[in-house]
């Protein structure tokens, strides 16, 4: 079973920038379908980021994330990172990584329960 590792959060400014990296150990990403981020602040539900598929490469974004937020991945490393740009305070919350195993209808990688493995997550927090 894959693990998942993520890292590179931290404090910010507003308007700031942070990249998250999303390491896996134990199996490649290959093995998956596809791979997304999620954020968690307290007391809100789970609100999903953006998701990458790992044939194709295609990308969804969060409606409020979308223009200032990118997922991409590097094969190599088999990691995935999220390039988060203009930071604001709503932006702080724990980012989460997951993996979906099996193919699924696109607008379903926004579902947080539709993945099989999370990550730890790893804090964000933007400072106004």
């Known amino acids: 079973q894959v693990q998942l590792v993520e890292t590179g959060g931290g404090l910010v400014q507003a308007g700031g920038s942070l990249r998250l990296s999303c390491a896996a150990s134990?199996?490649?990403?290959?093995?998956?379908?596809?791979v997304g981020w999620f954020r968690q602040a307290p007391g809100k539900e789970r609100e999903f980021v953006a998701a990458i598929t790992w044939i194709g490469r295609t990308t969804l974004y969060g409606d409020s994330v979308t223009e200032r937020f990118t997922i991409s991945r590097d094969n190599a490393k088999s990691t995935v990172y999220l390039q988060m740009n203009d930071l604001k305070p709503e932006d702080t919350a724990i980012y989460y990584c997951?993996?979906?195993?099996?193919?699924?209808?696109?607008?379903?990688?926004?579902?947080?329960?539709?993945?099989?493995?999370w990550g730890q997550g790893t804090q964000v927090t933007v400072s106004s």
């Open positions: 997951a993996v979906k195993n099996s193919r699924t209808l696109l607008p379903w990688l926004r579902r947080a329960g539709d993945y099989d493995t």
């Open positions: 134990g199996r490649t990403f290959s093995n998956h379908y596809a």
